[in-house]
């Protein structure tokens, strides 16, 4: 198991090459090879995050940060099946092995934040929302890479080969829908755990969380009943994302 980051490492460096030559060739369609290495990608990097997450009771910043890659790696693969989203992996690929890169260099604090069993649901719920809206802000980042190259009548490979900004912008909503849902459930599920005297990180966490909720809703009301620019769109998903991220990882890096 001592090797194992570095086997993984390499996996995910090899399908980030892959797919950036596949995309700058102009062709989206993905070879089984590549399908194959995602499975074994994501199998390896299930048994690193239990070994060292396990038993789970316990979280730190360095466990936070891989069970939260590893949730948005499940998705990731998952929603391939029902719409082509490979285009994601280009930013995707690059984090998960940039993590390993900083795990295996880096001496991360061993520190962390205990978690009552009764909570679990309200993780489960959160990890869910993380990874759905993690996606939705990859695809905000790609979306508007997409808009401005147009706007300023940029022409490359890449991104003649991301579907239409129509099509990019539905998936983007559609992404966000689903997360909102689930950080919705979230917050409600920690709502009977909350008590009067709450630790500076738990209310950094409650205080980025709402915000970020309220900005996905603001968004989703937007988009449904009065109609949003694409652009404006995908910037409010990454400020929204960037409150969440801070809401869950950036305390515990703050902290410990």
Same mark, same amino acid.
């Given at each position: ?17 892959? @797919?950036?030559? @596949? ?111 993690? %996606? ?22 890449? %991104? ?21 849902? @689930? ?69 515990? @890096?703050?902290?410990?």
């Amino acid at each position: 198991m001592t090797y194992l980051p570095h086997i993984i490492g390499i996996i995910y460096f090899a399908m980030s090459a892959c @797919l950036l030559n @596949l995309y700058m060739g102009r062709d989206c369609k993905i070879p089984l090879s590549i399908s194959y290495l995602r499975v074994i990608g994501l199998f390896l990097f299930g048994i690193f995050v239990f070994n060292i997450a396990y038993p789970f009771n316990i979280f730190t910043f360095v466990s936070a940060l891989f069970i939260t890659l590893f949730i948005i790696n499940i998705f990731y693969i998952i929603l391939n099946f029902y719409r082509s989203i490979d285009y994601i992996g280009l930013i995707l690929n690059p984090i998960i092995f940039i993590s390993l890169l900083f795990y295996l260099t880096l001496n991360f604090s061993s520190s962390g934040t205990e978690v009552e069993k009764n909570l679990y649901i309200h993780i489960i719920f959160s990890l869910a929302s993380y990874g759905f809206l993690v %996606l939705a802000g990859m695809q905000a980042f790609i979306l508007k890479y997409q808009i401005n190259s147009v706007k300023n009548i940029q022409n490359s490979s890449i %991104l003649n080969s991301f579907p239409p900004i129509e099509e990019m912008g539905s998936i983007m909503y559609q992404l966000i829908i689903v997360g909102f849902i @689930l950080l919705t459930l979230s917050l409600l599920s920690g709502l009977p755990y909350i008590s009067n005297r709450v630790d500076i990180d738990i209310e950094q966490k409650i205080l980025f969380s709402i915000i970020a909720w309220l900005t996905f809703l603001y968004l989703v009301i937007k988009k449904a009943y009065y109609g949003i620019k694409d652009i404006a769109a995908a910037n409010m998903t990454i400020g929204g994302l960037i409150f969440l991220l801070l809401a869950y990882l950036g305390t515990k @890096l703050l902290i410990n």
